[in-house]
């Protein structure tokens, strides 16, 4: 799965001259919590997130009118608060470097460019809904959790025997185990008896660690 697959097209935008109190607004209205910046060019010069603009603005605590914040907040530009070096990712990246590179870096979302012009934007969220799809949050099924010993070939034995008891792999995600030697597996199965599924994959040295109706 590429980033342009679940990449957020045409994202909310903010120019750099937009003071600060108009992009809240905006970003209330559009139910965002961070805008890519454009210039008079409509070339990406920045980002600005929720927090950027809490923090540039006054304290609850200050004795100044609520006529004087607004004027505040109106002579402060996202240009004075936002991130100017930006991070982005093109959008035939594959997906889980976007979510490594957020990760690293430790933020919420990149803008997506196609050569130097703004085409998208992937965040947090868009990760947690491929989330969802990869262990098949939606779908109903038998979810088997499985310590699967680390050897050439596991998969494919475990596959097999889905299909023979006439099952239907609807979502399986693997992970890190307990130590090299092992594999944590997901796996989401349709029309097969759990009770008579499970004793062919222990054959096959597999450990159950959770099974349940989803």
């Known amino acids: 799965m590429l980033i342009k ?4 097209r045409n994202p909310v935008t903010v120019r750099d001259n937009t003071s ?3 992009a809240l607004k905006l970003m209330h209205e559009s139910k965002v919590r961070r805008l890519p910046v454009l210039d008079k060019g409509s070339k990406l ?3 600005v997130s929720e927090k950027d603009i809490v923090y540039a603005s006054p304290s609850p605590a200050t004795t100044l ?14 240009s004075e608060v936002m991130t100017k070096k930006v991070i982005t ?20 979302g990149l ?19 491929v989330f969802l799809e990869l262990l098949g949050a939606r779908e109903q099924g038998t979810r088997f959790t499985l310590l699967v010993p680390e050897k050439k070939g596991m998969l494919a034995a475990m596959t097999a025997e889905v ?3 006439g099952g239907n792999i609807v979502a399986l995600g693997t992970f890190l185990g307990e130590d090299p030697t092992n ?3 997901t796996m989401k199965v349709q029309d097969v008896d759990k009770d008579k599924l499970w004793p062919k994959l222990e054959a096959l040295g597999i450990k159950l660690e959770d099974v349940r109706e989803t």
């Open 45 to 47: 010069v920045g980002i």
């Open 111 to 129: 803008p997506i460019l196609r050569g130097d012009r703004l085409v998208g934007i992937i965040t947090e969220t868009d990760l947690f809904k």
């Open 163 to 165: 299909n023979e008891a």
């Open 5 to 8: 697959d679940r990449m957020s």
């Open 65 to 78: 009118s609520v006529w004087e914040i607004n004027y505040l907040l109106a002579k402060i530009t996202v």
């Open 20 to 22: 600060i109190h108009d």
């Open 183 to 185: 594999r944590l597996i």
């Open 89 to 108: 990712i093109c959008e035939d990246c594959p997906i889980e470097e976007a979510a490594r590179i957020m990760v690293d870096s430790k933020i919420g």
